[in-house]
């Protein structure tokens, strides 16, 4: 269930570099607009003040209190989780930077303190879990919160851009049938919590890495995925009185081909936030997979 808050996170969080984003692209102030900054910080420390109330008092409601403690949980879910940390930490630093910056803050100061906001943000998520029964403060997903960050921030402070963008994509899995509740009660919870279906991929310019003369927007990518997982670290032999056929665990190593939206034309402000968002994902496209159980395969349209 934690997926579901965090992606929560995110869709809210990138909603805010919306008109950062598209003023970018035309001109960054040469000051600080201290009427912009002020939304920004007011928009931001509602969004931080609330989702941590949240937490408080609804999302850890029902569990109880206990002395802080960790939790090791890296080999959970094949690490997919730890790709979910990471992703959405580099978007929320991505947002944060870029409402900065269509404040007018400096360069340095943007990439200081909106590049930090998705290790920022999440950070508390992770305190609270360390002083509630049934969770625990985990190592393994700040090092990825904090991995997506530097990913954003790195690539800004060197190239002025991003030149390796995270991208997500997402397709039902049949694994729900199998233990019916345990990977969402429904469809939508399904999309937050059934790593199954998750795909997390690195996304760049094919004439980034190629001597050839294509697109700007014509990408390639490499991907990562799951399947096989009917709980976080092995499978159960029962679920609910009934004996589970066996399923393996396995990895998914993926190459396709992708669009990077922020490099389509396009005059209409409307059309450039929308394709702003539409780079959070992957493209469905063709793609080559290689797992341990059937070597090397093409999946003639992979989500």
Do not use: C
């Not at 969080?13 to 001109?27: G, L, N, R, W």
């Not at 049934?134 to 700040?142: C, I, L, N, T, V």
């Not at 997506?148 to 690539?155: I, V």
């Amino acid at each position: 269930m934690k997926a579901s808050l965090y992606l929560t996170i995110l869709l809210l969080i990138v909603s805010i570099s919306a008109p950062a984003q598209d003023y970018i692209e035309k001109e960054i102030p040469d000051s600080l607009v201290k009427s912009r900054l002020r939304t920004v910080i007011i928009a931001e420390s509602a969004f931080y003040v609330l989702g941590n109330a949240y937490l408080q008092f609804v999302w850890y409601r029902d569990d109880e209190s206990v002395p802080f403690h960790f939790y090791n949980d890296n080999a959970g879910w094949l690490q997919i989780d730890k790709a979910a940390h990471a992703y959405i930490a580099y978007y929320e630093s991505y947002a944060g930077y870029n409402a900065l910056r269509w404040a007018g803050v400096s360069e340095k100061k943007a990439l200081i303190w909106g590049g930090s906001l998705g290790l920022i943000l999440q950070t508390p998520i992770e305190i609270f879990d360390g002083i509630y029964e049934g969770f625990g403060f985990s190592w393994g997903d700040m090092i990825a919160n904090a991995f997506g960050s530097a990913l954003f921030t790195t690539q800004q402070a060197i190239w002025k851009e991003q030149i390796v963008k995270m991208k997500f994509s997402y397709s039902p899995s049949p694994y729900n049938n199998l233990v019916p509740g345990k990977l969402g009660e429904n469809e939508i919870e399904s999309f937050f919590v059934d790593y199954n279906g998750h795909t997390y991929w690195f996304s760049t310019a094919v004439n980034r890495i190629l001597p050839i003369n294509t697109p700007d927007w014509l990408s390639i990518a490499v991907g990562y995925s799951g399947n096989g997982m009917l709980d976080d670290f092995e499978n159960p032999r029962f679920y609910r009185g009934r004996i589970l056929p066996p399923t393996e665990r396995y990895r998914q190593y993926l190459f396709s081909v992708d669009v990077d939206f922020s490099k389509v034309k396009t005059r209409s402000r409307f059309m450039r936030g929308l394709l702003d968002k539409l780079n959070l994902i992957k493209v469905p496209a063709p793609a080559l997979e290689y797992n341990r159980l059937d070597g090397m395969k093409v999946r003639w349209f992979y989500f």
